[in-house]
């Protein structure tokens, strides 16, 4: 896998990210208010250095149910201080008393609802986050305020973020490998579906290089598969003659394919720029129709919402949201050059990826 390229220019900034957990802080928003009573008992937690999965663990053992009973919408880093939903399913049961929480975890709210939380539910990440040791080089406050009023504009690349693709990239090479007949078979489900999901993801970061590098990752290309903003729907740009217009808006956005069987093809232009990178995955897309994974779209342009930011000192304080499934290292790679922070910044067994909204390193 090669460098992504910018859509504005490599930045010249550099700076590090996460000295301290309260650096990354994210919220899940979601679309509606849980409550109105129900077999399941909805938790809104604050915590700190806790990943998703292993605190619905802890909470499992605490409410002594399956670990099945517990449902969230996301994945949440654990370098981070994050706010996310936890349901728990306790049919005919009171709710559990939290007497002794573990150290980093705060309940802020609960109440009883009639579904359990499912992944994706929610709608929005917001992100507040501390970029220091700031080192503006040859660039300006003034240079730094107009890309990130263009970021606002315009939004950024929706690149899958390096987690997705596992430490070093190991997903990406070994799902590749064992793809094309050239490496062995996952030995588990969950690594298989690693695998899986790090291959597709590649290739639709491929193929989205390709439009940055044309300069049309927010602009429509004849024959496009198109998406309006917040919709899983998905049209042609040629039955649409306002696309332009659309998408010039903020309405609609073009999208790259999520390689596998079937799925909504482009014509034209769009058709001979995507066919062209998808000629160099022939036996990872082949492989991949072998396991039946289906094929889907993805958004080429990834919206950057409420984008408000303070620079103090050698601190840049950003604030934004961003729809599910993208990723804030995605925004931030477009801003500045993110320096890796000495081993002793993190404590012993900490993981110390810079990772994005909806991933945790594996």
Not at 4 to 13: D, E, V
Not at 187 to 198: E, G, I
Request: net charge negative; aromatic share 8%; with cysteine.
């Amino acid at each position: 896998m090669s460098e992504l390229p910018h859509a504005f220019l490599a930045p010249q900034i550099k700076g590090c990210i996460r000295r301290q957990p309260a650096d990354f802080f994210v919220r899940e928003e979601l679309s509606f208010e849980p409550g109105d009573g129900g077999e399941h008992v909805w938790l809104f937690i604050r915590k700190t250095e806790w990943n998703t999965t292993d605190l619905a663990l802890w909470l499992a053992k605490a409410a002594r149910i399956s670990l099945k009973a517990v449902g969230y919408s996301g994945l949440k880093d654990r370098r981070a201080v994050t706010e996310q939903w936890f349901s728990l399913h306790l049919p005919g049961k009171p709710d559990p008393v939290w007497e002794a929480l573990p150290t980093g975890v705060e309940i802020l709210k609960t109440c009883r609802h009639t579904r359990k939380l499912n992944r994706g539910t929610h709608r929005f990440n917001y992100f507040s986050i501390a970029l220091t040791a700031l080192e503006l080089g040859d660039s300006s406050e003034s240079a730094l305020n107009d890309r990130l009023t263009e970021i606002a504009r315009r939004g950024v690349p929706n690149y899958f973020g390096e987690q997705r693709f596992g430490r070093d990239k190991g997903n990406w090479q070994r799902g590749g490998e064992w793809l094309r007949g050239e490496g062995e078979a996952p030995r588990k489900a969950q690594l298989k579906s690693f695998w899986l999901s790090a291959v597709r993801s590649g290739i639709f970061n491929a193929v989205l290089a390709e439009r940055v590098r044309r300069d049309c990752w927010d602009k429509p290309l004849v024959g496009d598969i198109c998406q309006p903003d917040g919709s899983r729907g998905l049209f042609n740009q040629l039955d649409e003659p306002a696309c332009a217009e659309r998408m010039a808006a903020g309405e609609v956005h073009p999208t790259a394919p999520m390689p596998g069987t079937g799925g909504l093809l482009p014509q034209q232009d769009s058709a001979e720029l995507e066919q062209q990178i998808l000629d160099l995955f022939q036996a990872e897309i082949a492989g991949l129709q072998a396991e039946g994974v289906e094929a889907a779209r993805r958004a080429t342009r990834l919206p950057v919402r409420d984008l408000d930011w303070v620079l103090s000192g050698d601190m840049l304080t950003l604030s934004f949201r961003l729809p599910v499934g993208s990723f804030a290292t995605s925004v931030l790679a477009e801003i500045l050059e993110l320096q890796p922070l000495p081993l002793e910044s993190f404590p012993e067994g900490a993981v110390s990826e810079v990772t994005g909204s909806e991933s945790e390193a594996k």
